[in-house]
Nanobody
Framework: VQLQASGGGLVQAGDSLRLSCTVS????????MSWFRQAPGKEREFVAA????????YYADSVKGRFTISRDSNKNTMYLQMNSLKPEDTAVYYC?????????????????????WGRGTLVTVSS
């Protein structure tokens, strides 16, 4: 199983970006998927998740209302639409996937609950 994140870049505050995460090596359906990010000098943090069981999305408070997670099962791809970007959104963004057993609700925001990780894509937001 491989995850490949893409779509990062340098933008100005207030701009938008859409990140993509393509999954290969297995079918896309039936797995919990998420986005995390890590800013320079900071720990990795949860951004958003798509939970398979109830078809629900979850967001960090810091991005709620600005970011939207979605997926296209036909393309085996997950997206993160990021609007109204702020300098504090600057980070390397990673996509992650659960294993076959999924992730319980209480652990959706925990990075160590995810089995597969892609290489990150850098998002830089200038002020």
């Amino acid at each position: 199983v491989q995850l490949q994140a893409s779509g990062g870049g340098l933008v100005q505050a207030g701009d938008s970006l859409r990140l993509s995460c393509t999954v290969s090596g297995r079918t896309f359906r039936g797995y919990d998927m998420s986005w995390f990010r890590q800013a320079p000098g900071k720990e990795r943090e949860f951004v958003a998740a798509f939970r398979r069981t109830y078809d629900r999305m979850y967001y960090a408070d810091s991005v709620k209302g600005r970011f939207t997670i979605s997926r296209d099962s036909n393309k085996n791809t997950m997206y993160l639409q990021m609007n109204s970007l702020k300098p504090e959104d600057t980070a390397v963004y990673y996509c992650a996937s659960s294993g076959d057993n999924g992730i319980i609700l209480s652990r959706v925001r925990a990075g160590d609950a995810y089995t597969y990780w892609g290489r990150g894509t850098l998002v830089t937001v200038s002020s």
